[in-house]
């Protein structure tokens, strides 16, 4: 069974920047992995904001940015907002059946 | 306006099975795989089955195979998810998406599994 791992939690003070990587227990994730991310709010559903590891939604705000990092996808988040604090979850393709990670909540203080 | 509307959740016994349906307008639905998540209380999204534009590819998460069976019907714009033998693992919000790249989402109806 494959498992997908993300830091359960990060903190980030408003403005500054943090990064959100997702593994693979299968190895190193690749672009063939298409990598999407998620954000969801308390008593939302998610809301998809990268996919195919780097590419943006019209609704993506600017400030976040996917990239294969050291082996695993990665979400940069660069001048936190109060408004970024939330759980971020990624996706990744297995040839067909895909994958959640865990989940990271990320506080901005 | 894009809308996915899931229906067909509810309280089921142990042993059971249901039939979850989404409804799509706004889009046109056909073009696109679909997805349906589910979510169980106070846990992150489970990827649970898709199926690509003409029904003729579908995929599963391998630890619930054989218990699920997606499906659409494109005159509908609809999309089903029947589960058999349900169990309380099973209690969950199930959500489907679709787009090109996850771009819909629906709110989600909430199956609870319990005698």
């Known amino acids: 069974q494959v498992v997908v791992t993300q830091e359960p939690s990060l903190t980030v003070s408003p403005g500054g920047t943090v990064t959100l990587t997702c593994g693979s227990s299968t190895g190193t994730v690749t672009s063939g992995h298409k990598a999407y991310w998620f954000q969801q709010k308390p008593g939302q559903a998610p809301r998809t904001l990268i996919y195919?590891?780097?590419n943006k939604h019209s609704w993506t705000p600017a400030r976040f940015s996917g990239s294969l990092l050291g082996g695993k996808a990665a979400l940069t988040l660069s001048g936190a907002q109060p408004e970024d604090e939330a759980e971020y979850y990624c996706?990744?393709?297995?040839?067909?059946?895909?994958?959640f990670g865990g989940g990271t909540m990320l506080t901005v203080l | 306006e894009v809308q996915l509307v899931e229906s067909g959740g509810g309280l089921v016994q142990p042993g059971g099975s249901l039939r979850l349906s989404c409804a799509a307008s706004g889009f046109t639905f056909s073009r696109y795989w679909m997805t349906w998540v589910r979510q169980a209380p106070g846990k992150g999204p489970e990827w649970v089955a898709n199926i690509n534009q003409d029904g003729g590819a579908k995929y599963y998460a391998d630890s619930l195979k054989g218990r699920f069976t997606i499906s659409r019907d494109n005159a509908r714009n609809a999309l089903y998810l029947q589960i058999y033998s349900l169990t309380a693992e099973d209690t969950a919000v199930y959500f489907c998406?679709?787009?090109?790249?996850?771009?819909?989402w629906g709110q989600g109806t909430l199956v609870t599994v319990s005698s």
């Open positions: 996706l990744l393709c297995y040839s067909g059946p895909w994958v």
């Open positions: 195919d590891t780097s």
């Open positions: 998406e679709g787009g090109a790249a996850a771009d819909y």
